[in-house]
């Protein structure tokens, strides 16, 4: 069914973009603006993507129809045929509603913290274009289109890492940032390319590309799922490409929010889902995506029980969720993957502004020691904080536990027992070192007085919001056991997703199994850290504290000698053969020139010298050839 609402959803945010910049190129260079009237542009129009979103959503949830929409014919070459057009099925719609939904939240809680900030009008004109990107992103009908918000929200990722660009280490974070996912995002790009070279011209859109899948060999499959899992490695943090996402934190925390709940690493999961029926049928691969998100899970949830930095420890939080995501993708369970998405959206939004609410209240401290050392009162930002890790660590009734105790049965149920058994003692970490931070900041006595903060009403809407969202998402996909009709994975039902199927006690025991490691999980850090003395603050030392010293081994293996080989070309290749060569040339021509001159040297006597000598040639030639006759 063609809808103009599909483009309208975009428009909306990128309109706003505009809108903000221009207003913000006129503010700086002719006179000041109000920052009411950058924030009403850049909460208004996510709100208006949201609203058609919902229009959409109502009308195809009462007749059952798929949207396109048909912009323009981009390319036609050959039989080649690249259309900018877009497509609102149920998977697209699903992803966009909490996109807009969450993402204007997050928007109105940056109103609350980027306030007073000289660079405000240009945050918002960045923030509209992020949710404009991940919406093309979204609601692409082709790879190619999807690239184009791929890397969209790349850049504006980049920008607003280092949107405090005169600090050096805010510029190398987004920097590290960019350059991380370009790797990704070749193996992205290498892997469409051969999708197009396996299934010809036979259409670029996803439903034609499903429709043709069957005549690719599985090799040529099994590569470019291989490749296009590479993209999502590196967009949505996983091993090996995650190093990025820690550095990410530099930035502004609402940035923080909206990379980690509704738009950049999300992408990665999202697109293995949109593949999902390349991925049907190469098995190997899935299982290799769920291994790494397994790996992945593990490995963040190990580092961040030594972190000190708050939006640190949120942050390798958020690379052991997506681990989760993706074992289930990897397993063949979509509908489970993508519901985590959607849960864990709400609750790691609310967790990331509350935590940069505590952080305004403290003037920008960070290390959760440190805060506690300084706490203040905020009962709203104390409150929705514990709700977030509550709902993090797989607590029943709170939205998390719906979604990941569904990923955990699911690699029980296919015999995956070693990602069960990590994906188990994720958990246990994860409701461990989730506690910590909240008992360490919120509980543990510091021996000073607390004094009541007052919390922004652009702060406290967007949490309150999020906390019923954290507390009742999970209600959508309740399990049958309990009554429930699994209301995502029937709407996700074109998945083709692997169902549960297991005895009810077996379910029973998984969920109390799941429950009772959190819960344990719970207890170590209450007895560790709801007394701790704060004023005795644990260090980042050790191997897990300088987290297994990948970063420097990235460093030593991957930029050292990167640099190595390019001083190399440099000071050997380029200056000595290249430029040796070609200045060798150059003397032998300047030598050649230096001879010649003597010719030609200006001196009249010389010139006559010349004209007496050659006559006198010519004349003892011509005597020699009569004398000969």
């Given at each position: ?23 913000y ?22 709100f ?35 259309e900018?057009?877009?497509?609102g099925d ?83 974070a ?52 291989f ?10 943090a996983?091993?090996p ?18 990379i ?101 209240a ?43 105790d ?109 429950v ?26 050790g ?56 010719l ?8 006559a010298?010349?004209m ?18």
């Amino acid at each position: 069914m063609h809808t103009p609402y599909l483009v309208l959803i975009i428009l909306a945010p990128l309109l706003g973009a505009l809108l903000n910049g221009g207003f913000y190129l006129y503010h700086i260079k002719r006179k000041p603006l109000p920052e009411i009237l950058f924030a009403l542009i850049g909460t208004i129009t996510p709100f208006i993507a949201f609203i058609f979103t919902l229009v959409l959503f109502l009308e195809m949830k009462s007749s059952d129809v798929t949207f396109h929409q048909s912009i323009f014919t981009w390319l036609d070459i050959n039989g080649l045929v690249i259309e900018m057009k877009f497509l609102g099925d149920k998977l697209a719609i699903f992803m966009a509603m909490f996109v807009t939904f969450v993402g204007w939240l997050i928007h109105i809680y940056a109103v609350g913290y980027m306030k007073n900030d000289e660079g405000f009008g240009k945050f918002f004109a960045y923030f509209n274009l992020f949710l404009a990107s991940m919406l093309v992103l979204v609601l692409a009908d082709n790879p190619i289109i999807l690239f184009i918000g791929w890397e969209g929200v790349g850049v504006c990722s980049y920008l607003l890492i280092s949107f405090y660009y005169t600090d050096a280490d805010n510029v190398m974070a987004g920097n590290k940032a960019f350059i991380v996912n370009r790797v990704g995002d070749l193996g992205f790009i290498l892997g469409v390319v051969t999708l197009f070279f396996a299934l010809g011209k036979t259409g670029l859109d996803f439903a034609s590309m499903e429709a043709n899948v069957g005549v690719a060999t599985t090799g040529t499959l099994a590569l470019a799922g291989f490749l296009l899992f590479v993209g999502a490695m590196g967009k949505s943090a996983q091993v090996p490409l995650y190093v990025w996402l820690p550095d990410a934190m530099a930035g502004p925390t609402p940035i923080s929010a909206l990379i980690h709940a509704a738009t950049m690493v999300t992408a990665g999961v999202y697109m293995v889902a949109r593949f999902h029926f390349l991925y049907t049928g190469i098995e190997e691969i899935g299982l290799f995506i769920a291994y790494i998100g397994a790996f992945s899970a593990l490995l963040a949830a190990v580092i961040a029980t030594r972190q000190t930095d708050i939006k640190k420890i949120l942050a390798y939080s958020t690379m052991s969720q997506l681990g989760y995501m993706f074992i289930a993708v990897g397993l063949g369970f979509y509908s489970s993957g993508l519901f985590h998405v959607f849960t864990h959206a709400f609750f790691k939004a609310m967790l990331f502004m509350g935590a940069g609410a505590a952080i305004l209240a403290l003037h920008h401290e960070q290390n959760i020691f440190k805060m506690a050392q300084h706490r203040v009162y905020q009962p709203i930002v104390k409150a929705t904080f514990l709700i977030g890790v509550i709902a993090i660590a797989g607590i029943p009734p709170f939205s998390g536990f719906f979604s990941k105790d569904a990923i955990l049965a699911a690699a029980f149920q296919e015999g995956e027992f070693i990602i069960y058994g990590i994906g188990i003692f994720t958990a246990f970490l994860t409701a461990f070192y989730m506690f910590r931070l909240y008992f360490v900041v919120f509980v543990a006595p510091n021996g000073h007085d607390v004094h009541y903060a007052s919390t922004d009403k652009t702060i406290s809407f967007p949490l309150l919001v999020l906390a019923i969202g954290a507390v009742f998402a999970g209600f959508l996909n309740f399990p049958a056991i309990f009554g429930g009709e699994h209301q995502v994975d029937t709407w996700l039902a074109q998945l083709g997703s692997t169902a549960l199927h297991m005895s009810h006690s077996t379910e029973y025991l998984l969920m109390f199994a799941s429950v009772a490691v959190a819960a344990l999980g719970i207890l170590v850090a209450y007895k560790k850290y709801a007394r701790f003395d704060v004023s005795k603050p644990e260090t980042e030392e050790g191997i897990i504290g300088n987290k297994f010293y990948i970063d420097e081994l990235y460093d030593y293996v991957f930029v050292k000698s990167l640099k190595k080989i390019s001083h190399f070309f440099d000071r050997v290749v380029d200056d000595k053969v290249v430029d040796g060569m070609i200045m060798l040339v150059c003397r032998e021509f300047v030598d050649f020139g230096k001879k010649l001159a003597f010719l030609q040297n200006g001196n009249v006597r010389f010139y006559a010298l010349y004209m007496l000598i050659g006559m006198s040639c010519a004349f003892l030639y011509l005597y020699t050839t009569l004398i000969g006759q």
